[in-house]
């Protein structure tokens, strides 16, 4: 059951169970996630709302708003190429790496003279991570870490997982091994325009296998990691974000986003991949 009420404190159900509301992002809540003790970590008020603002209008000013290659069926675009659209085309992983760095100076000039999300996010991590953090290189070449996305109006994400290890297999090259020892992925999102109504973050605590998710896949969509949302239980974790919020979880696990109504719903996203507490995390899009 979806809770109804909603706050500034990243309203959920049994929100003390399932999710963890912190002020400000610190190392043991980011481990205890990390370790699955709640399935998402909010910190309300993270990035500036009248900042979110501005950098709203100046995203959708960009040219290089597309959907995704891989999913042009789902009412998403992004402002850069993502790693999981090359889906095993040498000239587009080509591309994606030729064009990572200037998409990451892109997105910096999009909120310029504000600090783009990203950078917060990834200078904080840094902060607090022992062994720092740096971009993922995993065919030895920088990737792209962080994006824009905007849903159009009335779109939605249906249920998937977001697996790095998917997307190498599916990338038609040799990787440089260091990806097999990523055991956590997350998915962190700073949220800049949110609907007053729908565009909620639904967590399952599901991570079902390839094999298990090919099962379950719905064949509507062209992109064959889309699950059937009719094969699932209702989501385990509802939440309603709101602007300026940041809210990461394991991308493992099936998540999706509900439809919005009228309004826009933008954000800033990337993935952390964490290979131990010894080892830095690593960034990429």
């Not at 909620?200 to 099962?215: D, G, R």
């Amino acid at each position: 059951m979806r809770s109804n009420s909603h706050n500034k404190d990243c309203n959920t159900e049994s929100q003390n169970v399932l999710v963890k509301i912190s002020g400000s992002l610190v190392l043991a809540d980011l481990i205890d996630l990390i370790h699955g003790k709640f399935l998402a970590l909010c910190i309300p008020n993270y990035y500036p709302e009248k900042e979110a603002e501005v950098i709203t209008q100046e995203l959708l000013k960009q040219k290089t708003l597309e959907r995704y290659l891989r999913a042009p069926d789902v009412g998403v675009k992004r402002s850069g190429m993502t790693f999981f659209e090359t889906n095993g085309n040498i000239e587009l992983l080509e591309i994606y790496y030729e064009q990572a760095s200037a998409y990451i100076k892109k997105l910096r000039e999009v909120c310029f003279p504000f600090l783009s999300p990203i950078d917060m996010l990834r200078l904080d991590l840094g902060d607090i991570w022992l062994a720092g953090a740096n971009i993922e290189n995993i065919h030895g070449r920088r990737m792209l870490a962080g994006i824009g996305r905007v849903f159009e109006d009335a779109s939605e994400l249906p249920p998937h997982q977001d697996i790095l290890s998917q997307d190498i297999q599916d990338s038609g090259l040799a990787p440089n091994g260091s990806y097999e020892q990523v055991i956590t992925q997350l998915s962190s999102n700073i949220y800049l325009q949110v609907p007053k109504v729908g565009g909620e973050l639904e967590i399952w605590n599901l991570k079902p296998s390839s094999t298990e998710q090919q099962a379950i896949r719905n064949p509507e969509y062209k992109y064959e990691g889309i699950i059937d949302r009719a094969s699932l239980p209702p989501a385990t974790l509802v939440i309603k974000p709101e602007a300026g919020d940041l809210i990461l979880f394991d991308s493992g696990r099936i998540h999706a986003v509900c439809p919005s109504e009228k309004d826009l719903r933008a954000s800033m996203s990337m993935f952390i991949g964490y290979r131990g507490e010894d080892k830095p995390l690593t960034f990429w899009s």
